[in-house]
């Protein structure tokens, strides 16, 4: 849904396709490894179109898990980069609030306030992401509570058969925790860039 919201003063909203975006941003909860597969396989899907890609990840947590560095194309951010406020201090974030993107996807899943600050204080022209009653950062949003039964059966589902795969051992809380990342964050992205095709100005 489009948000009725004109966001930061700085900068002029312009309602912006993926054909016809140069660079986009994205921004995430980079604190789960699945995230990062997947927002990984998302750049890989958008080199398909003639733009930059931009990505920054927060971990929440006071390091950065070794996995995470040196990732080509890919910038961090953790509990260690926010000052008193929980306000992003990173040169990283600092430059990336101040690239002016055409599009800025935020595939955040819950409210994390780094993650909301650095989208709302974005130059980006046009800002994405999931709807929220009480965000007005955001131009346009994609509703994911709506489907959260029908993702629940799909989840439901998956983990019965990875269950009986193994034999019915005990799925740990964690390996569930990531199948309902995985499943939220896939259907938000795939929503995201739906309707990043079609939409008109």
Not at 15 to 25: M, P, Y
Not at 134 to 155: N, P
Request: hydrophobic content about 40%; overall charge neutral; aromatic content about 12%.
């Amino acid at each position: 849904m489009l948000a009725g919201k004109t966001g930061s003063a700085e900068r002029k909203i312009t309602l912006c396709t993926l054909s016809e975006a140069k660079n986009i941003g994205i921004i995430y909860d980079a604190t789960e490894y699945i995230s990062f597969e997947i927002v990984r396989d998302l750049v890989k899907q958008l080199s398909n179109y003639s733009m930059s890609v931009s990505v920054l990840g927060y971990v929440d947590s006071k390091k950065l898990i070794d996995h995470y560095l040196y990732r080509k194309g890919f910038d961090f951010f953790c509990k260690n980069d926010l000052n008193w406020y929980y306000k992003p201090i990173s040169s990283q974030t600092e430059k990336f609030i101040n690239e002016p993107f055409d599009i800025l996807i935020d595939l955040s899943l819950d409210y994390l306030f780094p993650i909301h600050f650095i989208t709302t204080s974005s130059k980006a022209s046009f800002k994405t992401g999931r709807y929220s009653l009480t965000d007005s950062s955001l131009d346009f949003m994609i509703d994911i509570e709506k489907e959260k039964e029908t993702l629940k059966s799909l989840r439901r589902d998956i983990i019965r058969e990875k269950k009986s795969m193994a034999e019915n051992v005990d799925m740990a809380p964690d390996t569930e925790k990531r199948i309902e990342i995985e499943f939220m964050l896939k259907f938000l992205i795939d929503q995201l860039l739906h309707y990043l095709t079609i939409l008109k100005k």
